[in-house]
């Protein structure tokens, strides 16, 4: 299981995320960064009209494959 870190780079849209019983929604666009901790569950989407860039950092390094899984959520 690892943590990620997210910063945004390109393009403006949103991301949601659900831990435990607590749900948001974010503003994404360029210089924003985002947590997206263990066990939580998440969607992004695009709300303009460029691509939504983000550069992706997980702790521990990516496992593989196995670690994502599709959720029920907001899109």
């Known amino acids: ?3 990620e870190v ?3 780079i390109g393009g403006k849209g949103r991301i949601w995320r659900r831990h435990a019983n607590i749900e948001d929604v974010t503003d994404v ?3 924003i960064s985002i947590t997206i901790p263990v066990g939580t ?3 992004f989407r695009c ?3 460029e691509p939504l860039v983000a550069v992706g950092i997980t702790m521990p ?3 593989g494959m196995d ?3 599709a959720v029920d959520g907001k899109w």
């Open 41 to 43: 569950a998440f969607q």
């Open 1 to 3: 299981m690892v943590e």
């Open 6 to 8: 997210w910063v945004f």
């Open 61 to 63: 390094p990516w496992p």
């Open 67 to 69: 670690e994502a899984y």
């Open 47 to 49: 709300d303009g009209e």
């Open 29 to 31: 666009y360029p210089g």
